[in-house]
């Protein structure tokens, strides 16, 4: 077995397997924690509340203006390398190619953007990816609450992101190699992930959600 | 993520080191539910809640970002309750909190934290930063590390309902106050409607405002009285960060309510009493509660929304207002004072951090009692001074007596050319009779 042949079979099974079973148990060791019924008098009915919980899920996204000043720089600059991240994974022909036959669905309407695009969008990635992680080594906020998990999440992210553009422009040696290092990245991402501050791509709507309900249940902005 | 089990109100100075570690965790334990869970899981290490803070704002130290504050409570939680807790633990990857971390984190958790909420409204995680930085004073009480200033005022207000020994009992002050403007001031009635608690900073600093809401009270007729067992609406239970103690006060007055079947609780000029007793109270006592809660700009706005009460209006002065966070952000309490101002016709020039965004006053969270917290406090004050001053008003509102009394500090330190007022006490001068 070739170390490609390793990489995109049992390799990313297993890989997977951990991906799912840990993201579903870290999910469930959150939910089953204890959960108390609110015997405060609401200030919004339970309807209401709920509403303002779904607001907050979308209006957290954008920096409510009393703060925008201080954190646009950092936004734009995160948003920027996540939706490059999303752009690349989804909508890359060989990224698309990849789902299809990791879950054996043909989705022929499925989009995808031409090569030279996700060339120069992974590019900018990087670039972004970058900033980020000068940013994260140099602002004295970010320096002292950095630990291990920001910066191997950081490590992981560079290798599938490097391999990746090496693999389009033919760099670095062997292609099965450097696609092998590639799909290699990807997996350890998959491991990494239920352990990791990843987690927040699954956290981020009920966290906006519940304290946004908690929120809007006292009638106070969220 | 309170509940209601019982908690440790001694002085924990005296015990052991370890035994000090342990009531620290247990305390944390108590709070290990599903939504701290969720706060503590979803952070993202992105450090915005460092732009919201008026402490790291004021000094740019790192230290003062929100979520490092929370840091212990964090640890313990990733090592006793997190879903790898037993690997974390296996492997020594997260350490037990110690009483030297602990004694490390005070100045964080206490003197460099108003419990202003701020940081809970910027986090692009939705977490409730705030929320977790108060579960981390509580177990720095049960290590017997709060600050003496509030753990001893908080000891005592539960034994004998005042946080300090008055120069003048409190029920003679009421009866001197009511007798001195002329007002009727009902103290210690069997049966009312309504009753009312008064902030400590306005018995002894600010005693026109105690009048200025007799005088209301009185001018709409309303059957209400205070009761000498529950009239400090202070809680210093809550500024120190014990359950047990904010429990004992809190009771103190739920009992006397229910004693004389009041419908209403009226909440005066204080922010944290708000918090303590609209929002905090139910949920530590475990039940709800059998009747209303309200701060004294909500009922006025009631009243006036029922017609019940005209104002006249006051000239048209440049007019700035404070929204005290515990009101405000922490409480909903938004539109009330605006209602009155704009019935009375002030002509008001809102701040430009404003409403649920508004910057602390500095002194909350029991700061202002904080000698040792004083010099940041100034650093973190003068953020909201200028703010004023930009507005060009010349009058300065708010709704709190903590606000107040912080402000006071403020202008006396900075030589600053104004003074907070009372709304309750414009209200009070412009009911229409």
Redesign the interface.
Same mark, same amino acid.
């Given at each position: 077995m070739s170390l490609l042949e390793f990489s995109r079979g049992p390799m990313l099974h297993a890989a997977l397997i951990i991906f799912v079973f840990g993201v579903l148990?870290?999910l469930?060791? !959150?939910?089953?924690?204890?959960?108390?019924k609110?015997?405060?008098?609401p200030?919004n009915p339970v309807g209401k509340s709920a509403v303002g919980g779904a607001i907050?899920?979308g209006s957290?996204?954008w920096?409510?203006p009393? $703060?925008i000043g201080? !954190?646009a720089f950092?936004?734009a600059v995160?948003y920027g390398y996540h939706l490059g991240l999303f752009a690349i994974v989804l909508l890359g022909a060989p990224h698309v190619v990849f789902w299809k036959n990791l879950f054996g669905i043909s989705a022929t309407w499925w989009p995808t953007l031409p090569g030279g695009i996700v060339s120069i969008l992974s590019i900018a990635t990087i670039f972004l990816m970058l900033i980020a992680t000068i940013r994260r080594m140099r602002?004295?906020?970010?320096?002292?609450?950095? &630990?291990f998990?920001?910066w191997f999440t950081l490590v992981i992210l560079y290798a599938l992101m490097l391999t990746g553009v090496m693999a389009v422009f033919g760099i670095g040696g062997r292609y099965e190699i450097i696609l092998a290092a590639h799909i290699i990245s990807f997996n350890a991402l998959l491991i990494w992930f239920p $352990?990791s +501050?990843l987690?927040?791509a699954f956290?981020?709507f009920?966290?906006?959600? $519940? &304290?946004?309900y908690?929120h809007s249940r +006292?009638?106070?902005?969220? | 993520?309170t509940?209601a089990n019982p908690t440790f109100t001694g002085n924990a100075e005296q015990l052991a080191p370890s035994d000090r570690e342990s009531r620290a965790m247990a305390e944390f334990a108590q709070h290990? @539910?599903?939504?701290?869970?969720?706060?503590l *899981?979803?952070?993202?290490?992105? #450090?915005?809640c460092?732009?919201?803070c008026h402490f790291?704002?004021a000094t =740019?130290?790192?230290?003062y970002?929100p979520?490092?504050k929370a840091e212990p409570f964090k640890q313990a939680y990733r090592r006793e309750? @997190?879903?790898?807790a037993p690997f974390f633990k296996l492997f020594g990857l997260k350490k037990k909190v110690t009483l030297d971390q602990l004694q490390e984190w005070q100045e964080l958790l206490f003197d460099s934290c108003t419990q202003c909420g701020r940081c809970?409204?910027?986090?692009?995680? @939705?977490? *409730?930063v705030a929320e977790l930085i108060e579960v981390g004073r509580r177990g720095m009480f049960e290590a017997g590390l709060a600050p003496k200033e509030l753990a001893d005022r908080a000891r005592r207000q539960a034994e004998t309902g005042a946080p300090e020994e008055p120069a003048t009992p409190y029920r003679d002050l009421v009866n001197e106050l009511a007798r001195k403007h002329g007002v009727e001031m009902p103290l210690d009635k069997d049966r009312a409607e309504i009753m009312v608690c008064a902030p400590r900073n306005d018995l002894e600093k600010h005693p026109e405002a105690v009048v200025a809401m007799a005088r209301i009270l009185n001018a709409l007729d309303a059957d209400w009285t205070f009761r000498a067992d529950a009239l400090i609406a202070e809680n210093y239970g809550y500024y120190a960060g014990s359950r047990g103690l904010q429990r004992k006060i809190t009771s103190r007055i739920v009992d006397q309510a229910k004693a004389i079947g009041a419908e209403l609780v009226l909440v005066p000029e204080c922010g944290h009493a708000y918090t303590a007793l %609209?929002?905090?109270?139910? =949920?530590l006592? #475990? =039940? =709800?509660?059998p009747f %209303?809660?309200r701060h004294v700009t909500e009922y006025l706005a009631e009243q006036l929304a029922e017609g019940n009460l005209e104002l006249s209006t006051v000239g048209g002065e440049p007019t700035t207002f404070h929204d005290p966070c515990q009101l405000? %952000? /922490? @409480?909903?309490?938004?539109d009330a004072p605006r209602m009155l101002m704009e019935a009375m016709g002030v002509n008001l020039r809102e701040l430009?951090?404003k /409403?649920?965004?508004t910057f602390c006053c500095g002194g909350g969270g029991g700061v202002n009692d904080l000698e040792a917290a004083r010099p940041l406090r100034y650093r973190a004050q003068e953020i909201k001074l200028r703010e004023v001053d930009q507005t060009g008003a010349s009058r300065f509102l708010t709704t709190c007596s903590d606000c107040r009394i912080a402000f006071d500090d403020a202008a006396e330190h900075f030589n600053w050319d104004k003074r907070p007022e009372s709304l309750i006490e414009m209200v009070a001068a412009n009911i229409k009779e």
């Open positions: 148990w870290r469930v060791a !959150t939910i089953l924690l204890s959960r108390r609110r015997q405060s008098e200030r907050a899920v957290r996204s920096p409510h009393e $703060f201080r !954190t950092g936004e995160g602002h004295p906020v970010l320096r002292r609450i950095s &630990n998990d920001d $352990f +501050k987690m927040h956290y981020i009920p966290s906006r959600f $519940f &304290n946004g908690l +006292k009638g106070a902005a969220s | 993520m509940t290990f @539910g599903a939504m701290a869970a969720l706060n *899981e979803s952070c993202i290490h992105c #450090g915005m460092a732009d919201a790291y704002i =740019e130290d790192p230290k970002t979520i490092l309750s @997190g879903a790898f809970s409204l910027i986090c692009p995680m @939705g977490i *409730e %609209r929002w905090q109270a139910a =949920e006592l #475990g =039940e =709800e509660l %209303r809660v405000v %952000r /922490k @409480g909903g309490v938004t430009e951090n /409403k649920g965004f």
